[in-house]
């Protein structure tokens, strides 16, 4: 399609510098720093913003019941390292995205960005943390303020990690490098004998990256973070894992466990592993996802391994059978903006797709060096601390509706809300959304859009609820709860009707009704690696997501958003209070 403006699989897959807690007593300083990074061989070196002054961050490994303090000093100091723009046209003469290239395809930089001084607060994502501590995104810390955050790590073993949360510019402190894994570890896994740390044991955080180019056309190591008028998240062209963009590593025929992470701000990665122009996807096995374990061992749906923003998978992939000198490679076959599309795993190496701002599908080579074999089965049990979750045993529990909707805005980029939607009581007058359910309808109002609106929901401490997420938009949206995880009860088919002007800035009337759209090609199932603890789950389009929340130990205000970074900068968040039950009776 077009040729790749660096080599693919010259660099070796870099492994990020690990910061066990327990070697530190617990107590961890790291320092936010401005670095210099190597993005590629070929590349000049980037300006970054990062936490230990390092793309990705250091990884902190921390063991369940052991609580870490973390100092989060914070030492940026001179400009914002990442140029900000929106290319004037989304396409060129050829019809090709200005997403898809080098460069700033004509765009003027944001001097809003160039201002940017280095504000931060650090949000744990997936951790079970005292609201003081998650992040809240306009609690910041300026360079020179102190943030000593305490983390309990009273939770399940898992991949989390850590990140910039600033409300408005996270799309931008994260783009910049403000990013780093977060291993909890406990007994359970270690009694199933999974592999623990390098070189077995790999890490890998997906990111997409774009730079900037000189008078003559050559990259200058310079980050971009590039919109246009057409779609306001940044699809850049370039896969960077663990900071190197289409790395390689060398491995034994044996087994191994990937940690996944896709910390991309808006792109979905469908991963299809490839040999020989056929995919091997029978070689990995999926064992955990975003809060840890499963039940039992999955395979990876046929297509391929989809992980939306901020999505995790524990994977063991076995290369044990391979002769040395084996390639395999890893393949993204998802076009952007993601909208659940299917697309075949056989046809991975050719996934190419301009127009779905996809011009290069590799994401990382694996060499097969040595021999040997592997001496790991896969456990058939793996956890047995929870249960799933059934609808009928949630029938008495406090139910919220969400509908996720975009609002075309004129001469800037649109803006997306979660509107929390309230029984309409008979007397309202005005906008509803009627949600017609078979025989039954129920119109709601809606009672809050914007994230300075007021808090709607006040969940209590030990109560299971079930959150409805209703997508009226025509992409897929990754929505995180903040807080304690989740389990995905359904995920149901809907049609629904806007009329003109129906999408106000607060108000909303829409018709939605629990049935199939005839044009409808999705499938609307929920994967069996979703069957799991979950903090981040995709709502497709034409699709009702509903989900079983549960929060425990902090009370507090807490957020939930879109994980699409461009989203959530662009509003999709809203707060929410977790509630001790004996408070309630003063909240009126
Ligand atoms: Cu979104």
Same mark, same amino acid.
């Given at each position: ?59 902190? +490994? ?25 290319? #004037? ?36 994502? =997936? ?15 300026? #360079? ?32 910049? =490098? ?54 306001? +998240? ?15 590593? !060398? ?75 084996? +390639? ?13 599309? #299917? ?41 047995? !601390? ?43 007058? =005005? ?42 938009? =025509? ?114």
């Amino acid at each position: 399609m077009t040729t790749p403006p660096l080599a693919p699989f010259v660099d070796a897959l870099p492994l990020p510098s690990r910061l066990v807690a327990a070697e530190h007593d617990g107590r961890l300083t790291v320092a936010i720093r401005a670095g210099q990074h190597r993005f590629h061989r070929d590349l000049p070196v980037s300006s970054i913003w990062g936490f230990a002054g390092t793309v990705p961050g250091p990884t902190i +490994e921390a063991e369940r019941g052991q609580p870490v303090t973390v100092e989060w000093r914070n030492e940026l100091e001179g400009a914002f390292p990442v140029t900000d723009t929106i290319a #004037p046209k989304a396409t060129d003469a050829e019809g090709v995205s200005g997403q898809c290239v080098p460069g700033l395809s004509g765009g003027d930089p944001s001097s809003d960005a160039a201002r940017l001084t280095g504000n931060t607060v650090v949000h744990l994502h =997936g951790g079970l943390t005292p609201a003081s501590y998650d992040g809240w995104a306009e609690n910041l810390f300026a #360079p020179g303020q102190p943030a000593v955050f305490h983390y309990p790590m009273i939770q399940r073993a898992a991949l989390l990690w850590y990140h910039d949360h600033v409300l408005g510019i996270t799309k931008l402190d994260v783009y910049a =490098g403000l990013a780093g894994l977060w291993i909890v570890r406990e007994g359970r896994e270690r009694e199933l004998r999974l592999p623990e740390e390098p070189p077995f044991e790999v890490p890998l955080l997906l990111q997409d990256r774009n730079f900037d180019v000189d008078e003559h056309g050559q990259l200058t190591g310079r980050l971009v973070h590039k919109t246009d008028p057409d779609v306001m +998240e940044a699809f850049p062209p370039l896969t960077v894992v663990n900071g190197k963009v289409w790395p390689m590593l !060398d491995v034994q025929p044996t087994m191994y466990r990937f940690r996944v992470l896709n910390g991309s701000n808006a792109r979905t990665y469908r991963l299809v592993l490839m040999r020989d122009g056929a995919p091997e996807l029978e070689r990995i096995t999926q064992i955990g996802t975003d809060h840890g374990l499963l039940r039992a061992p999955v395979s990876l749906p046929a297509d391929g391994l989809v992980l939306a923003s901020a999505e995790r998978a524990d994977l063991l992939v076995d290369f044990s059978g391979l002769q040395a000198g084996t +390639e395999l490679t890893i393949f993204n076959t998802a076009a952007a903006p993601f909208d659940g599309s #299917p697309f075949p795993a056989a046809d991975a190496e050719h996934a190419a797709n301009l127009r779905g701002l996809l011009p290069y599908p590799h994401v990382l080579r694996l060499l097969v060096t040595g021999d040997g074999s592997s001496g790991i089965s896969i456990p058939r049990e793996l956890a047995t !601390d929870y249960e799933p979750l059934s609808s009928e045993a949630l029938a008495g529990a406090r139910r919220r509706a969400i509908a996720l909707v975009e609002r075309e805005m004129e001469g800037e980029p649109n803006m997306l809300t979660m509107r929390e939607l309230a029984v309409a009581a008979e007397a309202d007058s =005005g906008p509803v959304v009627s949600v017609v359910d078979g025989a039954e309808t129920t119109a709601y109002r809606v009672v809050a859009a914007h994230f300075e609106d007021a808090t709607t929901f006040f969940p209590m401490l030990g109560e299971h609820e079930v959150w409805q997420l209703i997508n009226l938009t =025509g992409d897929t949206h990754p929505i995180h709860v903040h807080l304690d995880p989740f389990q995905i009860l359904t995920r149901r088919p809907i049609h629904y009707d806007i009329p003109d002007g129906g999408i106000g800035e607060r108000d909303l009337a829409a018709t939605v009704t629990l049935e199939r759209d005839p044009k409808d090609e999705l499938d609307h199932a929920i994967d069996e690696n979703e069957r799991g603890l979950k903090d981040t789950i995709r709502v497709n389009p034409n699709e009702i997501v509903e989900i079983a929340v549960r929060f425990t130990n902090y009370s507090g205000r807490y957020m939930y958003h879109c994980h699409i970074l461009e989203h959530e900068d662009r509003d999709m968040m809203r707060p929410f209070v977790t509630m001790a039950p004996e408070l309630m009776p003063f909240m009126t």
